[in-house]
């Protein structure tokens, strides 16, 4: 049975299901970008500085450094605000998840009213009959 609250309901649980899913995938990203970060610590800590080379192999390898080293530091800041994203929709969905639980719980209240009503009209359906029923017995057993 449907109640006046099912189509709110069911727009909020897919606001709900929205949000989550851009939270998975932001979770996933984030790992991916710590993962690039870690390869990036091993790549420079795998950087050998030789101890007899020429001046130009020397500066190669501090170039080298210092491009990884922007790297990473575009990779935390790309993390950063990920992490910061990733608190706006834990607080969005959270927000969205409450709202969704009132209407679902104003739902299942217009539900069991419902139910309520279609089980007195029921009643009261019975009680006529049974009420008919006897009347028509004692009826029988006047005419008799």
Known sequence: MHSQFSKIAKIRQQACDSIEKELAKASTKEQAIEQQIALLYDEVNALEMPKQAPAWVLVSL???????FHYKQQLEDELKELQSHILILQKAYKKARIEYEKIHYLEEQAFWAMLDKLKKEEQQGLDEMSTQLFARKMHKRSIL
Request: one cysteine or more; aromatic letters at 14%.
């Open 62 to 68: 501090m170039e080298q450094k210092r491009c990884f």
